[in-house]
């Protein structure tokens, strides 16, 4: 049993839905009681999708427990399969249906339907959304594309890939594969199928019919292009364009299998994200620290970007995604952090609060921390919110997505100059740490229930002198808070006590930065 | 929405227009999908309201996510509830589960010392395994007595709709509010959340009334509860307490059965059953409510003309909807299609009805595919229905409102009748507004 706050993944048959509602002609028959039903409102609120999820729910009740459940059950694929007329039909159970252990597979079975129907087995007390997509996606494409030959294709024609992982509510997806078919445009590599977001139980069918597949969301697509290496010999590009360097590979690994000249993907290319960075006004952006939290995907790509293409420094890096923590703990090592692996938000705030960061990149959970911290974040990763859906085009992959990624990243920094001119006068009336943005005044009072118990470093610190304590006040309020742990640091280990003003420079000469 | 349906079903009664001939005494039974909320989503509001109490949901992470589904858009503070998440071990056996829950309550106190009535919240699973949340609330209530309280109730979707979670939370509470001194002075309850500000009006009112000794249930804070016997009387302030009027009955209090307090009409009608009950006199009443019965109508009076003559169709959610359907016909002018209700206490609902125009096709829970049909084939000029619904039903260019607006906004008396019109109108104001098109 596991106490949570927030949750960073939903139950895996809303991951079973997202594929579902991004395919066409496909309905799921869940067996769920109503309250399940609340997930259709993650796509038509959150997504604001114009159609409701192609989901029928069987909402049993107390008293159907004691009667058929099964029937229910049966009914109910019946009927969606009458009113909807669907290709294909997904069925399973969500978690308190999984405790009835009705057999959605049998009984459907059972029903003999004129269509396919795919059983869906998603343990909801042991796996998540992820997975749950992730599985879905499997079955489906095992179910349709299986026991195919792949046709006979003239040598000289050019190769075609499939692009595989997009999703219904998923994080910046529908952009991202705008600018990653942009890139295909570019070198010419024809696109055979887009699955799920897209595509229809039929069209599934037609992925052998590619030279090679793109996972571009590997915690959706993973396992189903992995089984289509195995069955059909189509290599997988894995590498996800997200950041200058990774679309750059990203292109290279593309134009490699399809045999093309990458040139015209990369020249020219319409990316700022470089220039800017070398513009001597990013100096200030130098050894900034990151703290980067979310699905391994985007965490492990940011991080990349965080350091070689913005020059930050990660000061901490995490998943919640536990079946993708071995590339995230390859990345921390790489980054010299150690990884957080964890799907539990408060060992996450935790975390960030004991690394100081100066910039958080994060999902929504972690810019409500950062916000009540008051350190600058960003959202680079899934769960999903409303903001998540922009009514302009906002990708993460490709060179508009390098762009976007600058922008959404450096904006809710401090510009340079500014940071200069408050660091000198910092006892300006109308910016210090008593001038708090209104709209946090109330968390002054709420705040720290939720700060983690000091780690220990706190009840031992040292006192401040008074005159430490008012240089320290010196020191602008958004760095203030490290200079002060620094310090505290610094004086244990050395076993000062009092800190005195000496003490401070001291320790800000031995850290320096 | 879904593509149509290529078959029109000619299943039992309910299809399409036949709905037309059900009404208040006959309503058309639905026992098909249901899209409402289950009763684990009250917290969202009850949370706020009661404020040293702590929701713990024993349930799933459907359960969790639900919660932040449908509150997390809204909530920027640490919420006064969570969700303490069954898993494999548990099920398996592995783990004992009452032993796994000491541990969360324990985790969840040390972070939320500040917790003095701490609520176990049973959930779809919990019932399914048969988890005895009473009896754990019985154990870790004395394990943490006297410093905090622990109860449990009942949210899960398998018993409760929506605000259905409501009514077992203050069942619950009944059962530990303190007796009544024998020869207690009569005393009114008002059951059912009310924002503050609502609940501050009417003890105006009713203090004006010359009824002094008047209480709230729920009550702000666990310890204030009111108490509770055979000379107290109770007037519900919304619908969907069913349980928590027998509870309260069977504690020896009267019901006073009134309309809801919506609206002008409603208000006075509600509160002249408590001013009969207390034996107010006339001019009394006249002379307390008359300000705020004039007020209730100048500000409805400014929508009229948005809502008159509209048709208007309410989807299953709150049970407020035979209410709402009532204010609306009664104090706007509107039309009303169909009034969708997840349950009608026959009783509760009477003096709603009772104001009614006849002829009102009425459903009594959900077969939604169908009712979706319904509504398309009125093409009612307000759809009022859940979040699920509301923007494929935009998409389709059928004006909407979310139904769940209403029990998240002040809407009961006098000073709210108004904003109650103006929530209802805003759908109208708004497309006339907007000079774009989907």
């Known amino acids: ?513 | 929405m879904n593509a149509p349906a290529r078959t029109q079903r000619a299943g039992p009664a309910g299809d399409g227009p036949a709905a037309a001939a059900c009404s208040a005494a006959e309503p058309l039974r639905e026992r098909g999908q249901h899209a409402v909320f289950c009763g684990l989503t009250s917290i969202i509001w009850l949370h706020r309201k009661m404020q040293d109490a702590f929701f713990l949901i024993v349930g799933s992470r459907t359960c969790a996510h639900l919660m932040q589904s449908a509150a997390g858009v809204m909530i920027f503070s640490e919420p006064r509830f969570a969700t303490a998440i069954i898993d494999e071990r548990d099920l398996a056996g592995m783990a004992d589960l009452n032993e796994e829950l000491d541990g969360v309550v324990a985790r969840l106190v040390a972070r939320r010392p500040d917790i003095r009535l701490l609520v176990l919240v049973g959930s779809c699973p919990s019932e399914v395994i048969k988890l005895d949340l009473g009896r754990a609330a019985q154990r870790l209530d004395s394990q943490h007595a006297p410093e905090r309280r622990v109860i449990s109730y009942s949210g899960s979707g398998i018993e409760t709709t929506f605000t259905e979670g409501e009514d077992n939370f203050l069942t619950a509470l009944v059962a530990e509010m303190p007796g009544e001194p024998a020869g207690a002075a009569p005393s009114l309850v008002v059951a059912g959340a009310l924002a503050d500000v609502v609940e501050d009006q009417m003890l105006r009112i009713f203090h004006g009334l010359g009824i002094a000794r008047v209480a709230f249930l729920p009550a702000r804070r666990s310890t204030a509860l009111p108490a509770v016997g055979p000379n107290t009387r109770f007037l519900l302030a919304q619908p969907y307490l069913g349980a928590t009027a027998s509870a309260l009955s069977a504690r020896g209090a009267q019901r006073i059965a009134a309309p809801m307090p919506l609206g002008e009409e409603g208000t006075t009608a509600w509160l002249r059953a408590a001013a009969e009950a207390f034996g107010v006199a006339d001019d009394r009443f006249d002379a307390i409510t008359a300000p705020g019965r004039e007020r209730a109508r100048r500000a409805v009076a400014r929508f009229r003309d948005r809502l008159e003559g509209r048709r208007v169709f309410l989807f299953p959610d709150s049970q407020l909807e035979p209410a709402l359907a009532r204010f609306l016909a009664r104090e706007t002018g509107a039309e009303i299609v169909e009034i969708g209700s997840p349950f009608l206490h026959r009783r509760h609902t009477e003096p709603e009805f009772a104001l009614l125009p006849a002829g009102i096709a009425v459903s009594e829970g959900q077969d939604v595919d169908r009712q979706i049909e319904r509504c398309r084939a009125a093409r009612p000029d307000l759809v009022i229905c859940g979040m699920g619904l509301a923007n494929p039903f935009e998409a389709e260019g059928l004006t909407t409102k979310w139904s769940i607006e209403f029990v998240f906004s002040p809407i009961h008396g006098y000073e709210q009748a108004g904003d109650l019109a103006e929530l209802l109108a805003r759908p109208f104001v708004r497309r006339a507004a907007l000079k774009v098109e989907v």
């Open chain 1, 1 to 513: 049993m596991q106490l949570t706050v927030w949750t960073y993944e939903g139950p895996p048959h809303v991951g079973a839905m997202r594929v579902a509602t991004a395919m066409h002609g496909l309905h799921y028959v869940l067996h769920a009681p109503q309250g399940d039903t609340y997930a259709d409102l993650l796509f038509t609120m959150i997504e604001r999708r114009k159609a409701r999820p192609p989901v029928t729910y069987t909402t049993f009740k107390a008293r159907d427990l004691g009667g058929d459940t099964a029937e229910l059950f049966k009914r109910a694929c019946r009927e969606a399969a009458e009113r909807f007329r669907p290709q294909a039909m997904l069925v399973g159970a969500s978690c308190t249906a999984e405790l009835l252990q009705d057999d959605p597979g049998g009984l459907s079975k059972a029903l003999g339907l004129d269509i396919p129907v795919v059983p869906l087995e998603l343990p909801s007390y042991q796996k998540k959304e992820n997975w749950g997509a992730a599985e879905t996606f499997y079955r489906l494409v095992r179910g349709f594309a299986g026991g195919r030959e792949r046709p006979q294709r003239e040598a000289a024609a050019p190769k075609r890939c499939n692009i595989l992982g997009p999703t219904a509510l998923g994080f910046r997806n529908r952009d991202d594969l705008v600018e990653v078919r942009k890139l295909l445009d570019a070198i010419g590599v024809p696109v055979n199928v887009v699955a799920p977001l897209g595509a229809s139980p039929h069209d599934l069918t037609r992925l052998p019919e590619a030279d090679f597949n793109i996972v571009l969301y590997p915690e959706i697509a993973e396992p189903a292009a992995r089984w289509l290496t195995r069955e059909y010999g189509q290599p997988a590009v894995d590498t996800v364009p997200i950041g200058v360097g990774a679309t750059r590979d990203f292109v290279m690994q593309v134009a490699e299998l399809a045999g093309v000249d990458p040139a015209p993907a990369l020249d020219g290319a319409d990316e700022r994200l470089s220039w800017y960075s070398r513009s001597i006004d990013s100096n200030y952006l130098t050894g900034k620290r990151v703290f980067i939290f979310g699905d391994a995907t985007h965490a492990v790509a940011a991080a990349r970007i965080a350091r070689d293409e913005l020059g930050f420094r990660v000061c901490g890096l995490g998943t919640y995604a536990r079946e993708q923590a071995r590339q995230v703990r390859a990345a921390a090592a790489e980054h010299g952090v150690e990884p957080l692996i964890t799907d539990d938000h408060l060992d996450v705030e935790a975390a960030i609060v004991a690394s100081q960061p100066e910039l958080v990149l994060g999902t929504q959970m972690e810019r409500h921390v950062a916000k009540r911290l008051r350190v600058p974040c960003a959202v680079i990763s899934a769960p999903v919110h409303v903001q998540d859906f922009p009514a302009r085009h906002s990708p993460q992959m490709g060179h508009e997505g390098a762009n976007v990624i600058f922008d959404s990243w450096v904006h809710p920094l401090m510009m340079g100059l500014e940071e200069h001119l408050l660091g000198m006068f910092r006892e300006d009336f109308e910016f210090n740490d008593q001038a708090d943005a209104s709209h946090l005044a109330a968390l002054e009072t709420a705040a720290p229930a939720a700060a983690p118990p000091a780690d220990g470093a706190e009840e031992r610190a040292p006192a401040w002198t008074s005159d430490a304590e008012s240089e320290l006040k010196k020191i602008p309020f958004f760095v203030r808070g490290r200079a002060r742990r620094n310090t505290e640091l610094f004086a244990a280990e050395r076993g000062l006590n009092p800190i005195t003003v000496e003490t401070l420079y001291d320790a800000k000469a031995h850290f320096g930065r």
